[in-house]
Structures are given as C-alpha cells and as structure tokens.
C-alpha cells in the first residue's frame, strides 16, 4: 500500500486489535452491527484498558461494572487512552466479580464514547502531539448487549486483544509501523550527500542489518497468520526487537539531520501541513532542505518529532521488560516472574 501511496483506512485499534477480538468473540449481531464502519473507519476505536494503578499489571485494575436489570452500570478511570478524543466507541475492561482471583473477574465490554458519563480529558505528549487521554466513567450505563463474550470471560480476550496489538505494533516502519523505513533512512544519507562519518556509517549498516533481522521475523509472523494461527510469542520477539530498532533508526536519523535534528519541532500534523504547502508553493523562500520538493513522506524537520516519539516504543502496547517476561516464559520455559 505504502508503494503503491495508497493511505491505509485509519482506525489502528479499530481494525488492528478491536475487529480481530470482536471476530473472535463477538456475537452475530456485534459483527453485524460494527465490523463494516470499523473497517472503513467510518466508526474510530480506542482501547480503555490502562489505569493510573494498572498499566503491565493489568489485571490489577480497579474500573468496576455492576449489573443493574438489563444494564451495566461502570465507574474507574482509564489513562493514556490514544484517540479517546476522535474515537466513536472503545474496548472497556472493567471488573464485575471483586471476590474472585484478579484474573476470573473481568469482563470486556464496546462502550460508546459518547454516552453519558464518560469525560475525555487530554494528555499532551513530549512531542507537543495530544494523541491521548484520561477517560474518566462516572455512573456510565452499558446495555446488556455491549458485552462481548461471557461475564467474567474477559481476560481471554484481552489476551487476544493484546496479542493483535503486539502484531499490529510491530508492522514495517520504525514508528510503530507507522515510521520511517529503512529505505527513508538511507534516502536521509543520500539527501545529505553521503557522509564519510566512519562510526556514523557503522551504526547506519547496524541498523540496516537489524532491519532486515526484522523483516525475516515478520515473515514468520504473517506466514503463521496465513496458515490460521493466533499470534504467539514470536510477536513479542519481534515487538521487544523492533521497539530498541526504532529508537536506533531515530538516533541515527537525528544525528544525520544535523541541525534539524536537534530543533523542536512541534506538532507532526503542523509540520507535515508545512512541508506539504512549501512543496506544493515551490516558493524561493522555502528552502529545499525544509520543503521537501520530492514529497517524501519523512521531509528532514519530521524526523526530530519521530526521535522524540520513540521514547514511546518501549513503554506502548506492553513494555520492553514485559514482552522479555513473556519470552522467557513461553518461549525459554523459564519460571513465572
Ligand atoms: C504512546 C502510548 C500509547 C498508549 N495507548 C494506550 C491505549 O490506547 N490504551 C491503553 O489502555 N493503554 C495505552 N497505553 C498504556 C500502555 O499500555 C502502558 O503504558 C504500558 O502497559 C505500561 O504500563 P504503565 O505505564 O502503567 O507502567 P508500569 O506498569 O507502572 O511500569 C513501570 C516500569 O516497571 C517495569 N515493570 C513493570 N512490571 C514489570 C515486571 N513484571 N517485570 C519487569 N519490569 C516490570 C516496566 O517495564 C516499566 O519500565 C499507551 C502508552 C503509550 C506510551
């Protein structure tokens, strides 16, 4: 798609974690009623998983749903809740037996972003983007028929959720699958004009090499996926490796970005808005350096953002530290944590 420029529908939770756990799980009418707009982004999704007391121990949380007649009544608060403010309906885990151990009682729910009760309040990263939120959920009502699964079912599913989330994660792109390739860093160099930087061309093959390593492990990931299996634990090898990989490609980036590369540069859809006029204007006052006449999807200012927003790799959707547990669980054998 990226090749060939046509723009992915965007709805990254929707159609990457949410749609492949409501066909897992959801009833008929659910899959009736949300895949389609959930595809064709019509509908966007969030994921209301992580509370300020549950982040890697997430069945730790503390969000309570109630039954009430036909209806569930959820009270608790989510936290770094991305696209909360743009999303239609979001992924609910909230607990509905407190007697039980913290796994057993948990059940997962679609609820609708904009039902009464529920506040969405933003969060503004490093790199100047508000891309997520706090979602506070005060006495919000829930028909029975936004429960997907079986009551007290719901941390099999937000294991089917998460292991989605780790795939989707993981795609081609330094970025979450949304960045730079390897390609646009090598292009970086050409813009630059080389550079006879031993050490810098050193740490350039590193991450070429590692790229590659990458490449091969996704193939393993989408050859299991053709043959009808359920990400296993190859997608938190690949999550572990590629999230440290991103944070080499921007270093390596910002560092060739000379100047650029240390500027703050503010909110990424400001900058892309700023390359894309400049480009198009084909002015004397833009400078090629910022313009980007070519229209390459990473201009040179970009790339300063991105190497902020890496920090983020390793902490999203399952931290460094957690997928290494779950390798060494699954994959090495070794004792639980
Ligand atoms: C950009 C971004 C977007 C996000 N979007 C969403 C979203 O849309 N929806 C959502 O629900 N959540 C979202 N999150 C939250 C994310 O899932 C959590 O931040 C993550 O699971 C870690 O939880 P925590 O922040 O509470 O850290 P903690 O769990 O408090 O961890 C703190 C530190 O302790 C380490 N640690 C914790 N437990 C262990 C252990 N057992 N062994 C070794 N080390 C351990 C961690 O690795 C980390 O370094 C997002 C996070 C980011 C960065």
């Known amino acids: ?86 999303a239609s309906l979001g992924i609910l885990l909230a607990r509905t037996d407190p007697d039980v151990p913290k796994h057993s009682g948990i059940s997962y729910f679609i609820c609708p972003m904009d039902a009464p009760g529920v506040t969405v309040r933003p969060i ?55 960045g730079p390739t ?4 090598v292009d970086l160099v050409r813009r630059a004009g080389g550079t006879s930087d031993r050490i810098l061309r050193q740490r350039l093959m590193r991450v070429w090499v590692e790229g590659e390593i990458l490449r091969l492990i996704r193939l393993r990931t989408v050859s299991a996926a053709l043959a009808g299996r359920a990400p296993g634990p190859e997608a938190s090898v690949r999550k572990a490796l590629a999230d440290d990989h991103g944070q080499h490609v921007m270093e390596v980036a910002k560092d060739l970005s000379g100047a650029y590369g240390m500027t703050d540069s503010g909110p990424v859809e400001a900058l892309m808005a700023r390359a894309g006029a400049a480009a198009s204007s084909g002015s004397p006052g833009a400078s090629d350096d910022m313009a980007d006449p070519k229209g390459h999807s990473w201009p040179p200012m970009i790339w300063s953002h991105g190497y902020l927003f890496a920090r983020a790799l390793t902490i999203g959707g399952g931290t460094s530290e957690v997928q290494r547990n779950i390798i060494a669980e699954r994959v090495l054998g070794l004792p639980s944590s």
């Open 1 to 86: 798609m990226r090749r060939a420029g046509v723009r992915r529908p965007s709805n990254q939770i929707g159609i990457g974690w949410a749609g492949p756990t409501l066909i897992h799980a959801g009833s008929e009418a659910q899959k009736e009623r949300y895949l389609r707009p959930l595809l064709a982004a019509e509908e966007i999704w969030c994921q209301l998983f992580s509370e300020p007391g549950a982040g890697s121990d997430l069945a730790a949380l503390s969000t309570r749903a109630v039954r009430d007649g036909d209806e569930w009544v959820v009270n608790g608060q989510k936290v770094w809740t991305s696209f909360a403010h743009m």
């Open 124 to 178: 503004v990263d490093m790199t100047g983007d508000h891309a997520f939120n706090e979602v506070f959920l005060d006495d919000v009502r829930l028909s029975a028929d936004h429960l997907v699964g079986e009551v007290n079912g719901g941390w099999a599913l937000a294991k089917v959720t998460l292991g989605n989330e780790r795939v989707s994660l993981s795609g081609e792109g330094a970025l979450w699958g949304q």
């Open 182 to 185: 390897m390609g646009d860093l």
